[in-house]
């Protein structure tokens, strides 16, 4: 028999290290993501990741601010900025299969970057009144603007070891939203200089730099004669993805009603303006999120997916009582420190996934879907708010996440550890 003594300094000895494991956790995952990061083919990446990914966040503003200005008002400004992200929505799957067509994805790259800056600077010669073509411009723009988010993650199982895989897919989930925070402050500032018709013409102009770095980077040109073997169709991605797609389709879906619902708040509590501040707090929860909780998440997939989803739909839920825009402001900085892990996790198991060979076309189609069903919760967002009122949207984003949830309960094995 043990004493008591030994008993209880055996149990506070387990709780001593239980409690450094958990304050070692960070640790850790800051030494792998230091690890990953001095990696210089990893920083090169980032960068040009970096640049490619701004016009994605200053085009469509920069076109709002220029057709509102230009005396048209919203609706010309809101049609242009429909039309270039159905043009993104359905672009990602068409360059993938465009590049199983030439030798790789570097020759296109830089042709749609291209493209797509020409159209852009087309797009600000144009008035409001001009409204076919102006809406026409927005779509290639739109549909020519390269998928850099697929393909950075398609090459990014290249660089480093299996380990630290889940580190630098958390890292590229963090820098996205870094750079959707950057794109709105830099046309901010843009516009008071030189004022909206230059913003616009000059807002694809960093993409085009970022695709000339991704250009030379070595893993894209080790890549483009190996990604030649092993394209899928798009019936066979959609196979493989059945249950990766409906699943980011409904938390995407309750993002984008989201959008529009905190504007809306904003609008009624004091002015549009400070829905910025509230999706600003919400990117630091994000970066955080993806900082902290995206690797070990990643690491463990399945119900741990399950759980996180959760709670995700129970700080939505929090926000249907909420009163006032901090405390929306606060459960909404709370929900996407789990999202984006959540979604970091996910590109995870598909980056991983052996039995995916087109990665690059996995990775366009899951792009395609997000964007579509941000646009999708957009309009159900805007006509909720219509019909029922504030609460109900964040009700009905709450209900779409449980729906995420439960679909990764259901088929936790598909989301189960993929890396080591």
């Known amino acids: 028999m043990r004493s008591p003594i030994s008993l209880i300094g055996g149990i506070v000895q387990q709780l001593l290290g239980l409690i450094f494991q958990l304050l070692s956790v960070p ?7 230091r690890v990953v990061l001095a990696v210089p083919s990893v920083r ?49 799957p068409i360059f993938a299969a465009l590049s199983s067509r030439i030798r790789g994805e570097r020759l296109l790259l830089l042709l749609c970057s291209s493209l797509s800056t020409l159209s852009m600077f087309a797009l600000s010669r144009f008035n409001a ?31 480093v070891p299996p380990k630290l895989q889940a580190s630098i897919y958390s890292l590229d989930v963090t820098f996205v939203e870094v750079t959707f925070v950057i794109a709105p402050a830099l046309v901010g500032a ?62 995407f879906i309750a993002l984008g009603a989201l959008e529009v619902a905190i504007v809306a708040v904003a609008t009624q509590e004091s002015t549009a303006a400070m829905a910025g501040t509230v999706f600003a707090f919400a990117g630091v929860g994000s970066f955080l999120g993806g900082i902290f909780l995206g690797p070990p998440l990643a690491a463990r997939g399945g119900l741990w997916l399950t759980l996180d989803f959760f709670v995700v739909a129970l700080c939505l839920g929090l926000l249907a009582s909420s009163t006032g825009l901090l405390a929306i402001t606060v459960a909404l900085a ?11 996790c996910i590109y995870v198991k598909v980056g991983t996934n052996r039995r995916i060979k087109d990665q690059l076309g996995a990775f366009a189609w899951m792009f395609s879907c997000q964007i579509g069903s941000i646009a999708a919760g957009n309009y159900f967002g805007g006509l ?23 679909l990764v309960a259901a088929t936790s094995k598909h989301f189960a550890v993929a890396i080591s």
Not at 384 to 406: E, Y
Request: glycine share 10%.
């Open 190 to 251: 843009t516009v008071w200089f030189i004022g909206p018709t230059y913003t616009l013409a000059l807002s694809g102009i960093p993409g085009a730099i970022g695709a000339v770095l991704l250009f030379f980077h070595p893993v894209f040109e080790r890549a483009s004669i190996k990604n030649q073997k092993g394209r899928q169709s798009p019936c066979q991605h959609i196979v493989k993805l059945r249950l990766v797609l409906p699943t980011m389709a409904f938390a």
């Open 129 to 159: 009144d001009d409204v076919v073509v102006v809406i026409a411009l927005g779509f290639v723009a739109g549909i020519a603007m390269p998928p850099i988010t697929p393909l950075v993650r398609s090459k990014m199982s290249m660089l």
């Open 44 to 92: 090169m990446l980032f960068v040009g990741a970096i640049l490619a990914r701004l016009p994605m966040g200053t085009s469509a503003l920069a076109a709002l601010l220029h057709f509102s200005s230009e005396g048209g008002g919203y609706t010309t400004a809101g049609a242009v900025t429909g039309s270039f992200l159905v043009g993104v929505s359905i672009g990602g």
């Open 384 to 406: 909720t708010i219509d019909k029922f009122g504030i609460p109900t949207v964040f009700l009905a984003a709450t209900f779409s996440l449980v729906l995420a949830a439960t």
């Open 27 to 33: 640790v850790n995952i800051l030494t792998r993501h």
């Open 334 to 344: 709370a929900s996407s420190f789990f999202f984006a892990p959540a979604i970091g």
